[in-house]
């Protein structure tokens, strides 16, 4: 890419620097990286090619406590790349020369660059994107002004016409390589909050709610003030209508950063769930069965429909509330109003606290209810083949009964509350202004009909408050039951990954000279903690290129030793090292990837997706056409060229549980293609061979002889 208006000397930095580059970018956005060394790019690593710099930069970030995403940068949203994805890096080249640009802001139409020199320059948009453009544009330029000149157009209509030629021709195209910094989903979540601006939105969102509510107030107090002083006229009408319509912008405003609070709130919440979900131990996973997870999966929504959407409503019933005391208390009968309006507030908390006791039996029994309709739905065929069909509905009647009878007190509570607490104010309210106006005569000569009217206009706004308030603390309530159910998958976010250093986690030969492959010393493991130990003084030694069978009897701990040697599992005592590595140096990413396993067929899945997908998904997804035809290359010499030919969509076809049904053999060998695809040290095939026929096993044995470096067989005598 050329472009002369952007001067790469200073604001661009070499590749070799990128570590210095992410430090910068990312204590200047306040990601607060850890304080360690810059590791320097190794040789190994080829930074022009995308397939090395983004494992690199990716280990990068995760060295500095901090997450690189990379984005599809595409020709059509490179205005967005632009303008919006600060803090992040961009890979740019310019007059053959690759740099990073590191993009700290956007501000009146330029993007605020971070340089080596750790000055930030405010360069036009328009340079950049013409920068990262430029390669892309240049053959297409020369047709592209001809045509221009034969339709005669000039000037500025000249560039919207080239740039819209330039939209459909180069519409997906990739401009370069950008990684956005953010915290990691598993960093403390005020930190991502505050990170992602959020402390600002909801100060945001409290002042445009109270300007509005304060601008509602001014327009009736002075039309009433009007009214009770007989000073109705043009003027006053044409002021009020003044005050009603400036409200109308501040409605608009707060609903949208209501909006706003809520879609950033809650991407956030939902990237932090689904990073958790994937820190569960398959234990854990085990333990909960599907149905259990569903149900957390469920409760999640209802924390962030409740809790950022009607809950802000709530909260933002505190400030109404603040502003009803205020008027009452300019009001007759004042402080017998005051008290009221707090001994109703609280029996408001009160009143919500017993809706959400029964709520909290309601979504117990629900979720029970949730669990054991997914689990008759997973062992549905078992169900028919297998139980009489008059214990198919036993204990259902007893299970709607119960969960009616819980829905029944939940509603009666909710119905109380929504008639008794604003209408019930009311009379209140009403019946605390009796003393004073029974002893105004008397006592309080001065009650004019003024104070009365502030009295009255107070009442009717703390109804509409007080409503609100019970509306957002059943709410909020409500979120915190669902929060039980999440908040196991929230803190698994925070579990703490080892992580290795980025040389070792990207170099291809990180290996200790003279080290094996693999080595297990005196390896113990049990799965409970008081259990009995499955594998006991278990040592192993595995040098590459080699090719060993592991057979045993069942229940022998063969699987169980497969998964400590995939790094899926730790062992309880004893060491295992990878290429002389132990886990903790090496990186537990890094250790998956170069020793990958084919579990057995019950704890191996085809995912509902393309067939290609589930070959590659240990790859880059959307694959590359390379990609493609080693994924058929493989899948051919296991035997499965036939099933590719069947499949109307080939590679392309859907699979999984709503597309084609694979048979049991043919699910073992995409299982196999799968590992070898991942170009592993170390593939360990567990049992893979089960549910082939003597010869598509002879087939698939030779496939995996040749493809594999080194190879560990899980299998019988
Ligand atoms: N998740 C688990 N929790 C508790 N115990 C387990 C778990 N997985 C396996 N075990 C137990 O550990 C022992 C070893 O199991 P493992 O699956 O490793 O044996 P295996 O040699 O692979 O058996 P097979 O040849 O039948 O597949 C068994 O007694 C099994 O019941």
Redesign the pocket.
Known sequence: MSGAGLDLERSGWPLEQAGAAMLALSKRAGLAPRPVAIPSLPEAVDARQETQLGPWMESLASWFGIEAERIDSAYSSVEHLIRGLAPALVRITQGGRTSLLALAGFRAGRVLLLGPDLEVRAVPAREIRAALCAELEAPHAAKIDAMLDMAGLRSRRRERAKLAILSRLLGRANVGDCWILRLPPGAPFFAQLRAAGLGGKAAALALVHTAQYVLNLASWAMLGQGALQGRIDMGLLLAWALLFVTQVPFRVLESRAQGLFAIDAGGLLKRRLLHGALRLA??EI?AEGAGGLLGRVIESEAVESLALGSGIGGLIAIVELAVCAFVLSKGAGAATELVLLALWSLLSVFMVRTFLERSRDWTATRLAMTNDLVERIVGHRTRLAQQAPENWHRGENEAVSEYIAHSERMDASAARIAALLPSGWLVVAMLGLVPTLLSAPASAPSLSSGSLAIALGGILLASGALGRLAGGLTSLGGALIAWKQVAPLFDAAARIELTASPDLACSASSELPGSALLEARDVTFR??ER?ES?LRGCTLRMEAGERILLE????????????LLAGLRSPETGLLLLHGLDRSTLGAEAWRRRVVAAP?FHENHVLSGMFAFNLLMGRVWPPSQEDLEEAEAICRELGLGALLERMPGGLMQMVGETGWQLSHGEKSRVYIARALLQNADLVIL??SFGALDPETMRKAMRCVDQRARALLV?A?P
């Open positions: 398959p234990e085990r799965y409970r259990g499955v045993g009897g069942s229940g022998g701990g063969k699987s169980t030793l497969g998964a057995q567990d049992e899980i019988h």
